[in-house]
């Protein structure tokens, strides 16, 4: 087995543990031990202050992913690559912070009426968000010299195993929200802990910049390609941020929890993608460095054809099973079903397209890719103020839909025309139309009174009828080789 296919394994495991502990969390813990409100407040507070983060490094986790390759020499401690990432972080916090001081009073205004909750802790904004910054950016070097399964399983499971028992605590000995709040933000100080202690294990780091290797020519392109990019970066995450973050200002905090709630669910959905670009983004950059092409088209296209395949199954079970699932919930959670479906339809398409932002944006077309993310975040916060103040919680879950949907074929397009790849084949139509027709074949099974008994049956009929249609087109005869029992 490969290194990429083994890691890429391990981190999907790692990927698929932390979003069952996350299920445990949202389902069975946050909705019968935290209000709804309280709820919203740390989804408003974890998104603002995540939105942030994005901005503090200035486009430095992008630079890791494009330029460490040049660094890469662990006899040299990787020229004090480390380093310079905190370095460049701490000018970011040095410019930024002042601009976010300035305007505080006014977005607190924003808040103020309907979640007057996050008004009130907007100070927690300021360490959250450095914390966050140090995670991404330490869990980027990290997976950039191929140890992404520590990051990886703090990030996806030990962080959500130290809400739960702060939820615990909070229920128990009955701690004041302030307390909650604080906790909060202390559980994503401990996982920074863990991985710099790590770090400082596994990652040959320095923390003086290598001044002769660093050289006038080397920093100019890096700053060039950091500022192009680094518009790019906010967009992507204010794409998957913003309709938490613009919620907050229409509905209650209640309807935030309520839609974060359902927001979660089709990252089950997506987590194959986001366990698979730990490892591969690193292998094309390296590509593009070595100008290995078929590696990367390679990468491309069992990526998008794997994933769509599974990402099928994953968008059967949780669509289908959605209202089964909230039946377990208090009844105000009821109004996140549609969300759910919205949401997962975004989450498979994205899936069916394959790692395609590591292409662009480590390749020298990354300008491209930079507008295009700039153009579609753009639209994204328009439909989000046009659409959530007539549609509530819908319409942010339609604005992101629709803003997912368009940057993915953004990069299709985009790839095929300048690369000359593109991964969809016959075997992509089958795939879609074994979906469909399992989708509808489902919907005709009837209704139980035991929602446990909804669950079992819907999911084995989805897994039986999917499984069968995919093993009889023959989209995944080369998966066969890997599994020792089909080979022999």
């Known amino acids: 087995m490969g290194i990429i296919q083994k890691q890429g394994l391990i981190s999907t495991l790692i990927t698929y543990t932390g979003i069952m502990v996350g ?17 919203g407040l ?14 503090l490094p200035f486009g430095f986790l992008n630079i890791t992913i494009r330029y460490f390759p040049k660094f890469r020499s662990a006899e040299q401690r990787h020229h004090g690559f480390f380093g310079l990432m905190l370095l460049w972080l701490g000018i970011g916090c040095l410019v930024s912070f002042p601009l976010l001081w300035i305007f505080k009073d006014r977005i607190i205004q924003l808040y103020l009426e ?54 615990l605590l909070h229920f128990y000995l009955n701690w004041s929200i302030e307390w909650l709040a ?23 780091i320095s923390l003086l910049p290598d001044r002769k290797f660093l050289t006038p020519s080397l920093l100019k392109e890096m700053l060039r390609y950091g500022w192009m990019v680094f518009p790019a970066g906010v967009a992507s995450m204010a794409i998957k941020l913003l309709d938490t973050v613009v919620l907050g200002q229409f509905v209650p905090l209640a309807l935030v929890g309520i839609y974060g709630i359902a927001a979660f669910i089709p990252i089950f959905i997506e987590a194959p993608i986001n366990a698979l670009d730990k490892v591969a983004n690193a292998r094309i950059a390296h590509s593009w460095e070595k100008n290995d092409i078929s590696n990367i088209q390679d990468i491309y296209y069992k990526s998008s054809r794997y994933l769509f395949i599974l990402g099928g199954l994953l968008f059967l ?66 439909l989000l103020y046009t659409l959530i103040p007539t ?64 669950i079992l049956v819907t999911g084995f009929s989805i897994v ?23 080979k022999k």
């Open 182 to 204: 604080l906790g909060f933000v202390l559980t994503y100080l401990l996982q920074l802990t863990l991985i710099m202690v790590y770090s400082t294990r596994v990652g040959s």
């Open 317 to 382: 079970l949780v669509s289908l099973n959605a209202e089964f699932l909230f039946q377990f919930l208090p009844n105000e959670f009821l109004a996140g079903v549609p969300v759910v479906t919205i949401l997962s339809l975004s989450a498979l398409f994205n899936l069916m397209t394959g790692s395609n932002s590591a292409i662009i944006f480590t390749s020298d077309k990354f300008t491209v890719g930079a507008l295009g993310l700039i153009l579609v975040a753009v639209i994204n916060l328009v």
């Open 391 to 454: 549609l509530g919680i819908e319409g942010a879950a339609w604005a992101t839909c629709i803003s997912s949907f368009a940057y993915n074929l953004f990069k299709y397009v985009y790839i095929w025309i300048k690369f000359k790849m593109q991964p969809f084949d016959k075997r992509t139509l089958f795939i879609g139309l074994s979906i469909v027709f399992t989708y509808f074949l489902v919907n005709f099974i009837p209704a139980f009174e035991s929602e446990i008994l909804n």
């Open 114 to 167: 309907d979640s007057p909750l996050f008004s009130h802790y907007f100070f927690l904004v300021f360490p959250f968000s450095v914390v966050i910054a140090l995670l991404s950016l330490v869990n980027n070097y990290l997976f950039s010299v191929f140890k992404p399964i520590l990051p990886a399983f703090a990030q996806e499971v030990m962080i959500r195993v130290l809400f739960i028992l702060l939820i």
């Open 42 to 55: 740390t989804r408003v507070l974890y998104s603002f202050s995540f939105l942030v983060s994005t901005i």
């Open 23 to 39: 299920f445990i969390s949202l389902l069975l813990v946050q909705p019968f031990f935290l209000s709804a409100e309280e709820i």
């Open 464 to 486: 039986v009828i999917y499984g069968i249609l995919i093993w009889f087109t023959r989209v995944a005869d080369d998966l066969k080789e890997m599994i020792p029992f089909f």
